[in-house]
């Protein structure tokens, strides 16, 4: 789905923002290097695009960023993550790109030096033109003012024809105008319909996925495009009262046969849980749900047949996060995004792993009572929660490029919730877009496998008889546009999975747009 096309009506905004730049803020900075005017407010928001092919990329973007935070440049938004072919000099690696938003008190060209102080430190020397590099760090936009002098141009003179940078830089917006300085960032393209203009005359959405331009989330020592087929997740529940299969694989042994089995069936990730967070299940301590985890996640991560698969770690303890991942898992995937221990997001944000942030309200013991389940409209209301907590663990360290949100299937909803929500992703993006473009990219995960609206439905009160009706949510869910699905019987969704794909293929080869 294209958000900003689908969303373009609110850019009527544009307008009278557009006027109220053009009347208050042509303080136009024009200088030289020796005679430079700054303008100092008490903080200014500013655009830095990023880029790095030299040397392991990704540990490049997060040492820079950390550098830039020490630097007094404060990192509020991220981009998504982008692998670029090389432009102007093509015989070199593959670039990863990206920008953040920031805010600083740094005049124009304090900011510069200061960026070209971290490129310096970070190895970076004078070379070829457009060559490879440990790291680039370009100014795109600083607060609502134009620059020009001899070392610097901002708007970056370039932005407008690379469509490596306006990508990322797209996602640092929403669909709807935040700000009067974001107004005037739109009105610096020339277009009347602003930045979503100049990203539409590249090619917009339709120009991701290829080989030139391929969104990305960082997971173990590789990079994921998630566009290119629907991942199945298999469950494993080290649980004595898991609603669909509590007891069964509480032995290292047990485990180990049923984690075998998922991947032989074609489970592309493995989600490992020792607490359960069925409705009304009592909390276990960190200390237990370890002692259950530990041993079970050593044994999958030593398994030969897991060699590249993705193992997550099911927990919402920010301790059992950390020593599972420092045990071998890739994901964190935590039902309370956060709400549960004020810890995890900090401790997510060290261990740079993706996390996995689901929608729930309450705790498994109070998220199916009546206050909990209020809704005036299911799907905007979850929208607005989810990005309420991802946006907090954005602003404490996880970027949006490690993200990936769960709308919380059977948590805080009844059957309609549960409904309107497999039917309603997109609308759910579309809400989440209009505060950040960025993260209604983000992958999206569906786990309704076997849950008790299946058995309500189709009276089927046995969880493993709902196989069929789980088949049936999870074929809304990806054609709605799920990414990951999350599912007890990884053969049967498997085989629907892959018809969803086909289908997604076929529509998107008759109508590329």
Known sequence: MNICKSLMPTMRQLDGFTKYCRASYFAFIHSSPNFSVEVHTPDQEVVIALGSNVGDRLHNFNEALQLMRKSGIHITRHGCLYETAPAYVTDQPNFLNSAVRAVTQLGPHELLGALKKIEKEMGRTDGIRYGPRPIDLDILFYGKLR??????????????????????????????????????????????????????????????GKEGLKRVLPIGKGLWDWSTKTSVMGILNLTP???????????????????????????????????????????????????RLIPVLEAVVGMPEAEGKMISVDTFYSEVAAEAVSKGAHIVNDVSAGLLDSNMFRVVAGLKVPYIAMHMRGDPSTMQNIENLKYDNVCKQVASELYSRVREAELIGIPAWRMII??????????????EVLMGLPNIQAEIGRESLAMSHAPILIGPSRKKFLGEICSRTAGTERDPATVASVTAAVLGGANIVRVHNVRDNLDAVKVCDAMLRQRKSVSPS
């Open 406 to 419: 769960d709308p919380g299937i059977g948590f805080s909803k009844n059957c309609d919730h549960n409904l």
């Open 147 to 208: 620059v020009s002098s001899e070392i610097l141009t901002v708007p970056h003179e370039r932005i407008w024809e690379r469509p490596f940078v306006i990508a990322p830089l797209m996602d640092l917006l929403g669909s709807t105008i935040d700000n009067d300085t974001v107004a005037c960032w739109h009105s610096f393209s020339m277009h009347s319909g602003g930045l979503f203009d100049a990203w539409e005359k590249l090619g917009g959405e339709t120009l991701t």
């Open 241 to 291: 009262d898991s609603f669909s299969d509590g007891g069964k694989f509480q032995s290292v042994e047990a485990a180990i046969s049923q984690v075998r089995s998922m991947i032989s069936e074609g489970a592309d990730m493995i989600d490992i849980g020792a607490q359960s967070t069925r409705p009304m299940a009592s909390r276990i301590s960190v200390q237990q749900e370890l002692d």
